[in-house]
């Protein structure tokens, strides 16, 4: 088999070997099912639920990619600014610090005071949580600009503005698309807490009707959901990041 | 009138406890002239680069280009670097447009003569050998490729002087001997004003009208060396008895002051 090949099935098999796993392990040890369920029996109400999970599942992910498009503008601006400007880091950073401190959790119920039961808390926590690897990310692209390129730079007598478009964010790309990749993830965790917490549509309340009625099968049926979605996301935005940076991938691909 | 002219220049960096780099340097660059500066690690030699493209104020002396004093980045001056800061997502030909794209000097009216920018950048990247890849990214270039387009892009905007820090420092013998004719040609071709930092002695005689030894820090100049061989230079130059002679005068020089 070749190296290529052995690699793409490399998360498949792992990902089998896990399923199998949990599998086995329920079944030797008998957990009981509202316990553990195991993943075939997980599986049954995918099939039972198919409408109310689509439903759900559907709505969850307009809440989550809302909240990471809010936090993909936000975070380049922030990030430019904080990246592009001493000042604007000394202000800022330790702001941001304190702030992707707090846990997500005990800000919505603020945000249901503010904006009621709904999406709009869910769209709001996704931002929150998901935005600060962005700034960061970008930040860093553009502040670490090697000190003999910025000499070179600095030497022509060239305006900020210029600096910032021509080698500032094009430099910022790869570090920005890498952390895409971390923030749709976590954006997820955002929606569904909220949703857990406040919503009364969304995979996360689905599970929390569930599990108070003791549908343990249900609730399993809507992590693996939440995980797919997750995979999902990341998948496609690692493929945008070598679409859009494939210079930083040098070696690894050759450029189209 | 001088060119470039360095009068008792110190150079201190952070406050008043911090590193003092340069002390009484003096130097005085003719235009046209292929100056080199040689001396131990750590001296101040990248210091008065810094000093002449005016990235760094002195500290004392005076410091002065055209008769003025240096006081921030200068127009037409041009540096490249020992280790190649092409950007990686522009193509060959991108990179050595560059400087003309942000300068002072040239970006307002970068789009409207892109034309005329392009065929001088081309007429360089054909001096060095790299007219065919223009279009590749500098990662699908050798070492050495990378550094001839540095040596290009620098020169795009046509500056008076050309500052040059260890700019072969990072490459192979074979290759770096290549390239001093590469740049002698582009020397000759163009009489820009060259101050080359180096730690190759036979670079520095190579390519050098006039050498400089610098003492240890604080540097100031301690040594100079007329190289009177004629051009152009070729390899055969290297082994010609003259040649040899300036290597290990120098040479003395430098470990003298290394001792002193
Ligand atoms: N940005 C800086 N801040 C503080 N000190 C510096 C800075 N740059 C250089 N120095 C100090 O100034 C002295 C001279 O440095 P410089 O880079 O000019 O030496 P150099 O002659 O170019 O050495 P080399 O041959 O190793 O490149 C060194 O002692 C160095 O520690
Ligand atoms: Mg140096």
Redesign the pocket.
């Known amino acids: 088999m070749s190296e290529t090949r052995r690699l793409r099935l490399a998360p498949w098999l792992a990902t089998l070997a896990l399923v199998a796993v949990w599998e086995i392990g329920c079944r030797v040890f008998a957990v009981e099912e509202f316990l553990l369920p195991t993943p075939s029996a997980s599986l049954a109400p995918l099939w039972e639920y198919a409408g109310a999970i689509w439903h759900n599942a559907v709505f969850t992910l307009w809440v989550t990619l809302l909240g990471f498009a809010l936090a993909v503008v936000f975070g380049l601006l922030l990030g430019v600014a904080t990246g592009a400007s001493r000042l604007a880091y000394a202000a800022l950073y330790p702001m941001l610090i304190g702030f992707n401190s707090i846990p997500k959790v005990a800000i919505v119920p603020i945000l249901v005071i503010w904006s009621g039961i709904g999406a709009v808390p869910g769209v709001l926590t996704a931002f929150l949580i998901s935005f600060f690897p962005i700034v960061v990310n970008v930040a860093t692209g553009i502040a670490t600009l090697e000190p003999e390129l910025e000499d070179v730079l600095r030497s022509l007598g060239p305006r900020r503005r210029d600096i910032l478009l021509k080698v500032g964010l094009p430099r910022a790309m790869p570090y920005f698309f890498a952390s895409l990749k971390v923030a749709v993830t976590l954006a997820f965790v955002g929606s569904v807490i909220s949703e857990t917490i406040a919503g009364n549509r969304g995979i996360g309340y689905l599970m929390v009707q569930a599990s108070s009625s003791f549908r343990t099968l249900l609730v399993f049926a809507g992590l693996l959901t939440v995980a797919a979605m997750g995979i999902g996301m990341y998948a496609l935005f690692a493929w945008l990041e070598q679409r859009m940076t494939g210079w930083a991938f040098r070696g690894q691909q050759p450029i189209g | 009138m001088a060119l470039i002219e360095a009068e008792r220049v110190a150079l201190r960096?952070?406050g008043p406890a911090?590193?003092l780099?340069l002390e009484d340097f003096s130097l005085t660059v003719e235009p046209g002239e292929f100056v080199a500066l040689v001396?131990p690690?750590?001296?101040?030699?990248?210091?008065?680069l810094k000093v002449v493209s005016g990235l760094h104020p002195v500290s004392a002396g005076s410091a002065r280009l055209h008769d003025a004093p240096i006081a921030g980045p200068q127009h037409g001056i041009g540096m490249a670097f020992q280790n190649a800061t092409l950007l990686p997502w522009r193509t060959t030909l991108e990179n050595v447009l560059l400087p003309l794209e942000v300068s002072r000097d040239h970006r307002a009216t970068f789009r409207r003569k892109r034309a005329e920018h392009e065929a001088r950048a081309m007429a360089l990247l054909r001096t060095v050998g790299l007219a065919e890849f223009r279009d590749h990214a500098p990662f699908q270039l050798s070492g050495g490729m990378q550094q001839r387009a540095n040596l290009c892009r620098p020169l795009v905007h046509e500056p008076e002087i050309l500052l040059l820090?260890?700019p072969f420092a990072a490459l192979d013998a074979f290759t770096r001997e290549e390239l001093w004719g590469v740049l002698q040609d582009l020397w000759t071709q163009r009489r820009f004003t060259v101050l080359l930092?180096t730690?190759d002695l036979r670079e520095a005689v190579f390519l050098a009208d006039r050498i400089h030894a610098?003492s240890r820090?604080p540097?100031r100049i301690v040594k100079t060396r007329a190289v009177d061989l004629p051009r152009p230079r070729t390899l055969a130059t290297t082994f010609e008895p003259a040649f040899v002679d300036i290597v290990h005068e120098l040479r003395d020089e430098i470990s003298r002051v290394r001792q002193a």
């Not at chain 2, 690690?41 to 008065?48: R, T």
């Open positions: 960096y952070g911090g590193t780099a001396g690690s750590g001296c101040g030699k990248s210091s008065f820090d260890e930092v730690h610098v820090r540097g």
